[in-house]
């Protein structure tokens, strides 16, 4: 099992930044890609981001790319999101997960975080 625990959202006005944190316990974090999603008021849930396990490819959602950075450091069991330039169109709970392997698809992930809302102001 993988524990992931999200922080960091808030509320925030748009053209601003924050940046979310996924701390993981349990199994080791490193062997993991992490992955992060949100779900908008009456919207299913989205891809945002991935990184693969060791750190060293990432992919983004098209809507992010130039915005949002994904990242980790395994020493801390900790992954990020970075999000800059923040719109209310990203306004959702923002969720962080676990695969074994670098993935998009929402299916392929194990372990999910509980999520943390991010709600950003016009």
């Known amino acids: 099992q993988v524990q992931l625990v999200e922080s960091g959202g808030g509320l925030v006005q748009a053209g601003g930044s924050l940046r979310l944190s996924c701390a993981a316990s349990?199994?080791?974090?490193?062997?993991?890609?992490m992955g992060w999603f949100r779900q908008a008021p009456g919207k299913e849930r989205e891809f945002v981001a991935v990184i693969s396990a060791g750190g060293a490819r990432t992919s983004y959602a098209d809507s992010m790319k130039g915005r949002f950075t994904i990242s980790r450091d395994n020493a801390k069991n900790t992954a990020y999101l970075k999000m800059n330039s923040l719109k209310p169109e990203d306004t959702a709970v923002y969720y962080c997960?676990?695969?074994?392997?670098?993935?998009?698809?929402?299916?392929?992930?194990?372990?999910w975080g509980q999520g943390t809302q991010v709600t950003v102001s016009s």
């Open positions: 349990g199994r080791t974090f490193s062997n993991y890609a």
């Open positions: 997960a676990a695969a074994v392997s670098l993935t998009v698809l929402e299916m392929e992930y194990n372990y």
